[in-house]
């Protein structure tokens, strides 16, 4: 994925944003002598991290790989990101519609694991991911920039994936010492089983239908045009 490539190149700078934004929380921490697990700290530290990169890369992110923005800034319309990427753009695993569903993953991930309250009902989680997601298109819109209803469906199934990822981790290893802090495995087995439903799904389809199509050097069949 060209999309995530680029932007590592910017995950140093994040990170050391990111540590002097939480430093000063951390040394509160210290002066005040609260026990606080490392395992909390990093979950802390990943998120403020997180966020600056969302920030960087939603906003400040086009200019620097001149991207030409459409005349039209208002899509409203479903599919017709995905139905672009499937036919036009190599692929749907090498477009930026992975790209979206990549980029809320840690999000999904990460927010229950520094909210407590979060960690009962993924929905909470999912419900944060698509306020945030729209959020994000509605500044994008009045900033000039492209507003799409499938980037708000993809952040949406990557907030999801993080979750469901979330919640077989915590199943995992939420008994051990080193990650009980930050994983409360307060799922039943459905909650279990709904989980790798969705981590198969959000990895398969796309998988399926690359595979189908003709016009990619490995395709199968002639879906796209």
């Known amino acids: 994925m060209t999309y995530l490539y680029d932007a590592m190149r910017f995950l140093p700078l994040t990170a050391l944003a990111a540590a002097v934004a939480y430093l000063p929380f951390a040394i509160l921490l210290h002066v005040k002598r609260k026990p606080y697990p490392f395992i909390r700290h990093l979950a802390n530290y990943l998120l403020i991290g997180y966020f600056f990169a969302l920030i960087y890369v939603t906003f400040f992110w086009a200019l620097t790989r001149n991207v030409q923005e459409d005349a039209v800034r208002l899509h409203l319309l479903p599919g017709d990101s995905f139905l672009y990427a ?5 692929g749907l695993w090498s477009s930026q519609i992975m790209w979206n569903v990549c980029l809320f993953i840690p999000l999904g991930g990460l927010l229950p694991c520094v909210f407590s309250p979060l960690r009962s009902g993924a929905w909470k989680t999912v419900l944060i991911c698509l306020l945030l997601s729209l959020g994000i298109e509605t500044v994008q819109y009045f900033v000039g920039r492209i507003a799409d209803m499938d980037d708000v469906i993809c952040n949406v199934l990557g907030g999801m994936f993080g979750r469901a990822l979330y ?4 199943w995992a290893f939420g008994k051990t010492r ?3 802090p930050i ?8 909650g279990h089983v709904a989980a ?3 981590l198969s799904l959000i990895v398969i389809v796309p998988t399926a239908l690359d595979l189908l199509n003709a016009a990619l050097p490995y395709g199968l069949f002639p879906i796209a045009g």
């Open 183 to 190: 994983f409360t495995d307060r799922a039943k087995a459905p």
């Open 178 to 180: 080193l990650f009980s």
């Open 167 to 170: 919640t077989v981790a915590a």
């Open 86 to 90: 499937f036919q036009y753009d190599g």
């Open 196 to 198: 790798i439903l969705v």
